[in-house]
């Protein structure tokens, strides 16, 4: 099993989708990765050798955040926006939609389960 960025990829998916299991890493950036080592979409994941791995490898830290630092990029610059007390930050604090969703009936994975209030 080849294990990339800190990430075990599927042995029998083509490496174009394998490489998506890695955090920040979508089918477009795979795809430039594959470009850029020279290394055939189709090929499988249990088909790739020492050589490919470490060339994947390489790519990714060189063109690429991703797993813990983007992790840790995101959730900084979340708190950035808490901290700016920006309307988006204030969103994220409450625990609210962020993007213009409406609240009155649904958000519920973002509110969590309902509370009755001021039912007499």
């Known amino acids: 099993m080849a294990r990339i960025s800190g990430v075990d990829l599927p042995k029998k998916k083509r490496i174009e989708y394998g490489l998506t299991y890695v955090y920040g ?3 477009h950036a795979s795809r ?3 470009d850029a080592t020279g290394i055939d979409y189709n090929k499988r994941v249990y088909e790739l050798n020492e050589d490919d791995i ?11 955040v991703v797993e813990g630092d983007l992790r840790k990029q995101v959730a900084m610059d979340i708190k950035a926006l808490m901290d700016l007390g920006s309307y988006r930050g204030l969103r ?3 625990g609210l939609p962020c ?3 409406k609240t009155k009936t649904n958000a519920r994975t973002r509110k969590g ?3 009755t209030v001021g039912a007499a």
């Open 54 to 64: 470490a060339a994947i490898t390489k790519e990714i830290r060189a063109s690429h």
């Open 92 to 94: 994220h604090r409450r």
């Open 99 to 101: 993007r213009g969703q």
């Open 32 to 34: 430039k990765i594959l």
């Open 25 to 27: 890493i979508g089918l």
């Open 113 to 115: 389960k309902r509370k």
